[in-house]
């Protein structure tokens, strides 16, 4: 798990991470570390922690005072190729136990330890993109790497609304 963050402006300001999740090896399954690595290019004037978290996210560790928490990664639901889910861990039924992940981890029993250990940001916001090839290879499917403009859009207006 990589960490990188970015010159804050002010530091009164709310504490916001992003954690891009994937697998690089495979794909578009790595769509979440590769918005993670582009939007850690981008200037911003907010606290921003940016988290390439791989396949195994230890957001356990995460700081004390993170106030949103946005999550990016490939999810298999029933849209077409980069179809763009966008929901709070809390629109899950987590008794469903539902695969919106394509990783071995359970990222919503993570972020019920968060809220155990009083270390639960505000908001968390999940952006999962449709995948359309999870098969050996570095780089992202035309289609993915198209929609990586808007899914940095929306990320960006995600904080801007903190």
């Known amino acids: 798990m ?23 090896l495979l794909k578009d399954e790595g769509v979440g570390v590769h918005l993670a690595k582009l939007i850690s290019q981008k200037p911003n004037n907010v606290k921003l922690e940016i988290i390439d978290g791989g396949t195994f996210p230890d957001i356990l560790s995460l700081p ?24 709070h861990a809390d629109d899950i039924n987590s008794r469903l136990k539902p695969t919106f992940s394509l990783h071995q981890i359970d990222i919503l029993d993570s972020l019920k330890m968060l809220s155990l250990l009083g270390k639960q940001p505000k908001s968390t916001v999940i952006f999962g993109i449709e995948p359309k090839v999870i098969d050996w290879g570095l780089e992202l499917s035309p289609e ?19």
């Open 2 to 24: 990589t960490h990188s963050t970015l010159p804050e402006a002010n530091n009164s300001q709310p504490s916001i991470v992003i954690l891009g999740m994937g697998n690089l």
């Open 64 to 87: 004390d005072n993170v106030t949103k928490l946005i999550i990016v990664d490939a999810a298999k639901g029933v849209g077409k190729p980069g179809t763009i889910y966008r929901f």
């Open 144 to 162: 993915i790497e198209a929609k990586l403009p808007e899914i940095m859009k929306l990320v960006l207006k995600e904080i801007s609304e903190t």
